[in-house]
């Protein structure tokens, strides 16, 4: 089928096309309180599940009742569970699973990890039960707690920078927590990889006092944008060392999806523009040249040539993202697209055709994500319309009904036929299940440290609860660790200060700097920095384009093939509409929390069966 009739069919596909008018009958109060007990019963029968047959091992098999060892043999369902526990004001727990950590937790292992997983998982769950466990305002303080989760934060930490010692900045996939960088580690890593690092990485240096958490990840960010295309589209998978795409497909799904969601909530967790203007352009990219309203499809990043006409399931994360964002109208109504794939399986199958209307061969199975029901919570405390409290009731049903087994709540291996699969990733509690509770308690009434507490909060790409405190979130005052973009002065890796900034020169190519500057780190605590002030650069350059501020320009582009030049175009579609409404100063209301998402690592180009045992394989 020719490109441009394929597009149009997906377009004129309702987003009703399985649902009916009608959603059902509308959940009332009272029963949101009953849909909110039952969301707690449901963590609890799989949390208990996991205490009793798996602890200390890292997930639950809740088939067999058995554990396994999936991350790095470190009790990672618990140390994802921890904020949930908090929020469901469960102190006894909380209290007991932090002290647990404290005393038994160690990273001094001869273990290979994801640094993606390690950080959104481990390092964002010890970060967040930190923050709660500290604060007396939380309402969930431990008197006896010393800091022992930050200073194992810290160490985990160290011991995945020297993934980042590379020449483009973006970091290796794995690390070996006790012998670093493996010689024949591979090159090539994801996109969303090496993009989902700073929210963690950024609250540590805040914590810490010691800007090399802050300055790797935010070098990730910047060595994936300037190597982005013509028209601002980036890949999926890049070689961390040439900087070479080694996979061009550009999507909002598959191991790109958060490197979306960090920008914009960098921007609201730390209020760095440098995060928010990326975003802008990044946002207008994507609703230009992958929507193909309501749905998203894959396209080549240089030529904008459709590839992959699929919906996958991590693309669900978007319409909570829009939402934040402040782009309401596309987000019901892709919402209601990947609803009505909901309602005809009962779940999300990791693939499915827009072109053939099935699911796709080799990705039919549902590992309990969450991303479908962020976006429906984000959705309901935007608009407060009854119909996402009635999707709600759905997704839980599903549940319910088919992936609870004995121990816990299982993996769905084929949505056609609802076969049970013996697994249950760590994400289910800190996301899955966090998810519905957040939103038929915002229905019931909300009693909870999100909705009434002293803070706003980030979600992080994992569900961990970040809050925007004046110790995190320094209102206005910015880092620019290149130095400013002025006349006559060469961006520097090391962090310059407002009184030895120095004037620069032209150059539309940003130079990247060595990265040898971490193995003269040492990787030892710096000097303590009061409150980061001394490295505020914004405002240096009055006049100058954002790009000419903060350096950001396209890199000498790799030799392409002809097949990028010569393919046909895809005609852009008018995104005005679509134009991100998010400013200085945006609502509370619901712009300081966000979604989520999750990546897989195979080509989408080519499906295979997926592999569901890593939420970078989402």
Request: charged letters at 20%; hydrophobic letters at 35%.
């Amino acid at each position: 089928m020719e490109a441009p009739k394929l597009l149009l069919l997906i377009m004129l596909i309702p987003c009703d096309l399985f649902i009916g008018k009608s959603l059902g009958d509308g959940v009332t109060h009272e029963e949101s309180k009953e849909l909110r007990d039952e969301v707690r019963e449901m963590f609890y029968h799989a949390f208990n599940g996991y205490m009793n047959h798996a602890f200390p091992r890292d997930e639950l098999r809740p088939l067999s009742c058995g554990g396994e060892d999936t991350l790095g043999g470190y009790a990672l369902t618990l140390i994802d569970s921890l904020d949930t526990l908090a929020l469901l004001g469960d102190r006894e727990r909380f209290t007991a699973s932090v002290e647990w950590i404290g005393k038994n937790l160690r990273f001094d292992i001869n273990k290979t990890v994801s640094i993606f997983e390690t950080t959104i998982r481990i390092l964002g769950g010890l970060i967040s039960a930190h923050l709660i466990a500290s604060d007396q305002n939380t309402g969930m303080r431990i008197p006896s707690y010393d800091d022992e989760l930050l200073h194992l934060a810290e160490d985990l930490a160290r011991r995945m920078l020297p993934a980042f010692d590379t020449p483009t900045g973006i970091p290796f996939g794995s690390v070996n927590l006790l012998h670093g960088v493996d010689e024949n580690e591979s090159k090539i890593t994801s996109t969303a990889g090496g993009g989902t690092l700073t929210l963690e990485f950024g609250i540590l240096s805040r914590l810490t006092n010691d800007l090399i958490f802050e300055q790797v990840s935010k070098n990730a960010v910047r060595g994936l944008w300037a190597r982005r295309s013509k028209i601002n589209l980036v890949g999926a998978h890049i070689d961390v060392f040439s900087g070479e795409w080694t996979q061009k497909d550009a999507g909002i799904g598959t191991s790109i999806d958060s490197f979306y969601e960090y920008l914009l909530k960098a921007y609201l967790l730390f209020g760095d523009e440098e995060y928010l203007f990326i975003f802008q352009e990044a946002y207008k990219a994507a609703m230009n040249y992958l929507f193909s309203d309501p749905w998203y499809v894959e396209v080549n990043m240089n030529s904008a040539a459709l590839v992959w006409p699929l919906f996958n399931s991590l693309q669900a994360f978007w319409p909570g993202l829009q939402v934040l964002a402040g782009d309401i109208e596309p987000a019901i109504r892709t919402h209601a697209a990947f609803f009505s794939v909901w309602k005809r399986y009962g779940f999300t199958p990791e693939g499915f055709n827009l072109a053939t209307l099935r699911v796709q061969q080799g990705q039919k199975s549902y590992p309990l994500r969450p991303e479908l029901i962020e976006s429906t919570y984000w959705l309901y405390k935007a608009t407060r319309d009854p119909r996402y409290l009635d999707a709600g009731r759905e997704i839980l049903a599903s549940l319910q009904y088919g992936a609870r087994c004995t121990c816990g709540y299982c993996h769905i291996s084929d949505v056609e036929f609802h076969k049970q699969e013996d697994h249950m990733e760590s994400f289910f509690l800190a996301e899955t299940v966090k998810y519905l509770w957040l939103l038929f308690d915002l229905a019931a009434g909300p009693d909870n440290l999100v909705e009434n507490g002293p803070y706003k909060y980030v979600f992080s790409t994992e569900g961990h609860l970040l809050p925007v405190t004046p110790q995190i979130s320094l209102v206005r005052e910015h880092c620019s660790y290149f130095g400013a973009y002025c006349r006559n002065s060469n961006l520097r890796l090391k962090t310059h200060s407002a009184e030895s900034a120095q004037t620069n020169s032209s150059g539309s190519q940003t130079r990247h700097a060595d990265s040898s500057f971490l193995s003269r780190s040492s990787y030892q605590s710096s000097s303590p920095v009061s409150g980061l002030k001394v490295r505020n650069l914004m405002g240096l350059c009055p006049g100058l384009t954002y790009e000419q501020r903060f350096g950001i320009s396209f890199m000498s582009p790799v030799d392409s093939s002809s097949e990028d030049e010569n393919s046909s175009q895809r005609k852009p579609t008018e995104v005005q509409r679509h134009s991100v409404l998010l400013n200085s100063n945006p609502n509370p209301e619901f712009s300081l929390s966000g979604p989520h998402n999750d990546h897989d690592n195979s080509p989408a180009r080519v499906p295979q069966e997926e592999s569901p045992s890593s939420k970078q394989k989402r």
